[in-house]
């Protein structure tokens, strides 16, 4: 019985304080991969709108533009329609398209495939067309793969802490109810013992006075409890045996 209660209350806080550390380390991976991707990708809404620039414009652009200068070698932009890639802007590379296929069917507005950071333009016509830009960031990756590396070991460590807390919690928790049984028990086991001396005195006078002065009915009531007090302190002192064998 107490091992039972101690299973329940141990599962109870084992799982309440491991939903909550999770959920907590959880959100915070979802947060901070949502950030990094926003970041990165923020970038290629500047690269999209410079790819439809004519060459002049871009030149201009570049030497108008005093703080950061747009390497467009690791940049590329495809059309798909229908699932299909109808054109590009940039050299074709059939590797790229690779990565263009899956950051496609993917359905996502934007993520990583590969090293690559991308993002989705969907068209608002019929025809299921898509603009897909890919950018090479291996940093941006290397952070993606950072956060999932922190968030499965965090949680690995949040559920050894959660448990070390819970095995504890619950010895503390169970620790009255324990001493109570077992204050219980004793003081059964010690009252059985101690009833069977005066009980055995009773029943032995009972047969020294029913020798002497013969049997009558007030000494048949007297031999029928003693039988009934002699079964209910073997009955306890059973109760207390099997008690004992059950925590074992």
Request: net charge neutral; charged share 25%; aromatic share 8%.
């Amino acid at each position: 019985m107490i091992k039972k209660l101690e299973s329940k209350v141990f599962w109870i806080l084992m799982v309440s304080i491991s939903t909550i550390v999770l959920g907590v380390i959880i959100l915070f991976a979802i947060l901070n991969y949502n950030n990094t991707i926003n970041a990165a990708t923020s970038m290629l809404d500047r690269f999209d709108n410079f790819f439809r620039m004519p060459n002049d414009e871009r030149t201009q652009t570049n030497n108008d533009d005093n703080r950061m200068e747009i390497d467009l070698s690791e940049t590329y932009t495809y059309m798909i329609e229908n699932g299909k890639i109808v054109d590009s802007i940039g050299n074709k590379n059939e590797d790229i398209e690779q990565y263009v296929y899956k950051a496609y069917k993917q359905n996502k507005e934007k993520g990583i495939v590969g090293n690559y950071v991308y993002k989705v333009r969907t068209s608002k016509m019929k025809d299921e067309r898509a603009t897909i830009i890919l950018m090479e960031d291996e940093s941006v990756v290397t952070r993606i793969k950072f956060i999932y590396i922190y968030a499965i070991s965090g949680s690995i460590i949040s559920i050894i802490i959660a448990y070390a807390i819970s095995k504890k919690v619950s010895n503390m928790i169970v620790k009255p109810v324990k001493e109570t049984m077992e204050s219980q028990k004793r003081f059964i086991s010690d009252a059985s013992h101690e009833l069977k001396t005066p009980l055995a005195v009773i029943e032995a006078n009972a047969d020294v006075l029913e020798s002497n002065i013969g049997k009558s009915k007030w000494m048949e009531y007297i031999q029928s409890e003693i039988a009934s007090m002699d079964k209910l302190i073997n009955n306890l002192l059973f109760l207390a045996k099997v008690e004992n064998v059950k925590e074992l």
